[in-house]
């Protein structure tokens, strides 16, 4: 038990270290890592973990590291997954703390987060394109996919809003699907 709460440890410390842009930016990190490589979730296990995470309290990321960590090695093993993915954050934003004075100003940096910039925009449309792949499955998709980027986008509605909304909307056409089953 103890060797599987440090495998979660070292797998999310690693996750965490190499990823910059937040939970979005770890999607295709965590897919390759937890469902192809560890074998530890399946890919529809991971999007239905980003889409609880995305209406609950706190971090994607770290919420998903935590339902990760639970469905592996319980209570523990979400403490243990939690703690790998943050530490890295945490010992990187306390080196920088203590130069930060110095840190904004030197070019070199400046031109370093500018790349990291653009390397996270790619990661955040891969992600955005496998997600869509795995979970736009049909037209009620497409149309839910459609109308749920233009009430963000556009109307600048909340993305809790839209989201409960869509939950909703799943319900409904579930049951409505699952009526016509029946008779």
Do not use: H
């Amino acid at each position: 038990m103890l060797k599987d709460l440090f495998d979660l440890f070292f797998t999310f410390f690693k996750i965490g270290a190499v990823t910059f842009g937040g939970g979005y930016a770890m999607l295709p990190i965590l897919d390759r890592e937890l469902a192809f490589k560890r074998k530890w979730i399946s890919s529809e296990d991971l999007v239905d973990y980003y889409a609880i995470a995305q209406v609950t309290p706190g971090i994607i990321a770290v919420n998903v590291a935590t339902f990760v960590g639970v469905k592996k090695r319980g209570v523990a093993g979400g403490i243990f997954a939690t703690l790998g993915l943050v530490c890295p954050s945490i010992i990187i934003i306390s080196i920088i703390a203590l130069f930060i004075s110095n840190f904004e100003s030197i070019p070199w940096v400046q031109k370093a987060l500018k790349g990291i910039n653009v390397a996270v925009a790619a990661l955040l449309t891969y992600a955005v394109y496998n997600f869509a792949k795995k979970t736009v499955k049909n037209w009620w998709g497409i149309l839910l996919y459609i109308l749920s980027f233009c009430a963000v986008y556009f109307l600048k509605i909340s993305s809790v809003i839209v989201v409960l909304l869509a939950a909703l909307v799943g319900i409904v056409i579930y049951a409505a699907t699952q009526g016509r089953k029946i008779k």
